[in-house]
């Protein structure tokens, strides 16, 4: 953490680069970060990650301010950008490096986190269980620079990937109005 004013959240939703936008544009969200968690070697590269052999899940990493935004909000919105039903898969992406998980900072963030699955399980919005992870965090590596704020650098690239994915179109059913 790069102060104690900041927390980190660190959630794994299939393609970091959907991940981004939803998070990016919260109040009290100081920054975000794509890149790779959850495996067995350091450093991993994205070519390691997209064999699907290193055990690393694409994920975000949020630096946030606890004072204007609470981590239950971030877990909210988390929920409303993944299918938490599909293992080893989101949308078009297939492969345990798009798992869904919630990686834990501290145990206060675990309860939480088991709290909101728990009351999403129970609200029988999903006909199947949520099989969404939720473990302790564990070694983040920042994914490469071109990774970063994809969806703002290469956006017509990110628009048409976005939209092809089906992603959309399922946040779309499942939630109602949905602005990526």
Known sequence: MSDTRT?????????????????????????????YTGGRIEKPTYEQVCSGKTGHAEAIQIVFDP????????????WRNIDPT?????????????RTAIFYH??????????????????????GP???????ASPFYPAEAYHC???KKNSLHYKM???????DSYLEKMWGTHKS
């Not at 680069?17 to 009290?28: Q, R, T, V």
Request: aromatic share 12%.
């Open 7 to 35: 927390q980190l959240a660190t959630f794994a939703g299939g393609c970091f680069w959907c991940m981004e936008p939803p998070f990016d544009k919260l109040p009290g969200v100081i920054g975000t970060t794509p890149g």
């Open 67 to 78: 004072q204007k935004i609470r981590y239950r909000e971030l877990l909210d919105t988390f």
């Open 86 to 98: 599909t293992r080893d898969r989101q949308f078009a992406d297939t492969g345990s490096q798009y």
């Open 106 to 127: 501290d145990e206060e963030q675990r309860r939480l986190a088991e709290e909101s699955k728990r009351e999403l399980e129970n609200s029988g919005k999903y006909p």
């Open 130 to 136: 949520i099989v969404t992870e939720i473990v302790p």
């Open 149 to 151: 704020q994809y969806y």
């Open 161 to 167: 990937y976005r939209q092809g994915s089906g992603r």
